[in-house]
Nanobody, 125 residues
Framework: QVQLVESGGGLVQPGGSLRLSCAVS????????VGWFRQAPGKEREFVAA????????VYADSVKGRFTISRDSAKNAVDLQMNNVMPEDTAVYYC??????????????????WGQGTQVTVSS
């Protein structure tokens, strides 16, 4: 079982930056996938980015590619999401999730059994 705790959310102006962190504890494996998802009011939970725990291979949603960066911090045992040039449409509750799933399924939130509690990100002037 893997436990996940998100932090770093808050209010940020359009064009600004924010860094989210997902602290990972419990038993992890090199083939664990850690993903970031987000859910805006009235919308379904959507994929943002994911990283493979062992290889650090990454993938991004088209909507955040070039603006967001997912990375693994070995010292903190965490997966961070650096958000740059944020836009109002990035406003959502951001969740991290982890599981041992096949790479082709990483964008499907239903494939993940382990979730954090979420952190609110609001982009507004």
């Amino acid at each position: 079982q893997v436990q996940l705790v998100e932090s770093g959310g808050g209010l940020v102006q359009p064009g600004g930056s924010l860094r989210l962190s997902c602290a990972v504890s419990g038993r992890t494996f090199s083939n664990h996938i850690v993903g970031w998802f987000r859910q805006a009011p009235g919308k379904e939970r959507e994929f943002v980015a994911a990283i493979k725990w062992g290889s650090r291979h990454t993938v991004y949603a088209d909507s955040v590619k070039g603006r967001f960066t997912i990375s693994r911090d070995s010292a903190k045992n965490a997966v961070d999401l650096q958000m740059n040039n944020v836009m109002p449409e990035d406003t959502a509750v951001y969740y991290c999730a982890a599981d041992t799933i096949i790479w082709s399924s990483i964008r499907d939130p239903n494939q993940y059994d382990n979730w954090g509690q979420g952190t609110q990100v609001t982009v507004s002037s």
